[in-house]
């Protein structure tokens, strides 16, 4: 009898290819690749710097602005069809653990995994692993691994990164597609094949002169302060004790930047009056501070008017804000729709 391969794996929805019906009817009658796919994936993202590692949780991709881990269980059936029924000869069950650590100054980075050893039953022994990685967005993967070996042992690999960017440019965002392939002697092939979070790097804020190349996580959020700004940061806190909630970290909606003078100078002037009032001049207070930021897809009028404010600040703390908005964004790798908080 023709013996087959096939796999299956819980928990992270697993990409794989599966024959047509009609495709299928030309298969033999006493062989079939049959592949289980898991239930889908569940991507957990936290407010953390650079320097912090995502942690690992079971059939779950967690991620941080620049880490992700993701932790795979798959699970192998060796399969026999006697009579025109699949018969289950043995089963291997082993798990893979991804650490990806981006770099906020390189667009070249590396990933660790490991296979842990397979718990086998019957046939499940002697079962080999092929593995193969691919990205995109300019980006090339190249994976250093044992291929062919067996999964009755452990087993750990690299996927190397490089990623080539010119000054001022924004790469697309791009995920890493991991494609197995299993094979024993006597058996088809099976192949299963499930991707990472995506990533995106650029070197926005990089010229002829400097390379400021890096890359993110960019659905995981950041944050910039305005704490120590003083009216700025006191006109953020009224609105929120009026119930303002976006951009808070305490449980608010996110703000997402926007690259785009034109919206954004429209932003401002919708909000924003021409000049300040009597009190504001006398005080030296003479510009406007609009929150959300012009520069944020929620800005100028399109939440609604008890979801933002204004403040008339002097000149110089509106520079002040600038300019730390400014080194958040290089440091932080923020983009054009990247959700972020506002810490006041």
């Known amino acids: 009898m023709r013996k087959l391969l096939t796999t ?3 928990g992270l929805g697993l990409l ?3 024959a047509a019906p009609s495709a299928l009817a030309d298969q033999p009658s006493d062989g079939m690749l049959r592949v289980t796919v898991g239930s889908p994936r569940h991507p957990a993202g936290a407010l953390a710097g650079p320097a ?3 942690t690992c949780t079971i059939n779950r991709i967690t991620v941080n602005r620049f880490s992700e881990c993701e932790w795979v269980t798959v699970h192998l059936d060796v399969v026999k069809v006697v009579n025109g029924r699949p018969v289950v000869e043995g089963t291997a069950d082993f798990d893979v ?21 397979a718990r086998t039953t019957g046939q499940g022994r002697g079962v080999a692993v092929n593995l193969a990685a691919a990205s995109g967005g300019g980006t090339r993967a190249a994976v250093h691994f044992q291929q062919g070996h067996t999964l009755d042992s452990a087993a750990s690999g690299t996927v190397g990164y490089t990623t080539t960017i010119a000054p001022k440019k924004i790469k697309p965002k791009a995920k890493t597609t991991y494609n197995y392939t299993f094979t024993k002697a006597g058996y088809s092939p099976g192949s299963v094949s499930y991707a990472s979070a995506v990533y995106r790097c650029d070197n926005y804020y990089g010229s002829t002169r400097t390379n400021r190349s890096g890359c993110a996580i960019p659905q995981v959020p950041t944050g910039v302060s305005m704490v120590g700004l003083a009216r700025i940061d006191e006109g953020i806190r009224k609105l929120r004790a009026r119930g303002g909630h976006y951009g808070d970290p ?27 009032p009597p009190d504001m001049r006398r005080a030296g207070r003479t510009s406007c501070d609009e929150y959300p ?18 403040t008339w600040v002097k000149t110089q703390e509106n520079k ?7 080194a958040w964004r290089g440091q932080m790798h923020v983009m054009d729709g990247d959700p972020f908080y506002v810490i006041a």
């Open 8 to 10: 299956g794996a819980v």
């Open 97 to 117: 653990k991804h650490q990806m650590t981006l770099k906020t100054n390189s667009a070249n980075w590396s990933e660790k995994f490991s296979i842990s050893k």
């Open 52 to 54: 912090v590692n995502a």
């Open 16 to 18: 794989v290819t599966v």
């Open 293 to 310: 930021f012009a520069s944020t897809k929620e800005g100028g009028t399109h939440l609604p008017a008890n979801q933002r404010e204004i």
């Open 320 to 326: 002040s804000q600038g300019g730390r908005i400014t």
């Open 250 to 276: 305490n449980g608010g909606k996110p703000l997402h930047w926007m690259i785009n003078k034109t919206q954004e100078n429209a932003n401002r002037t919708a909000v924003c009056p021409r000049t300040a």
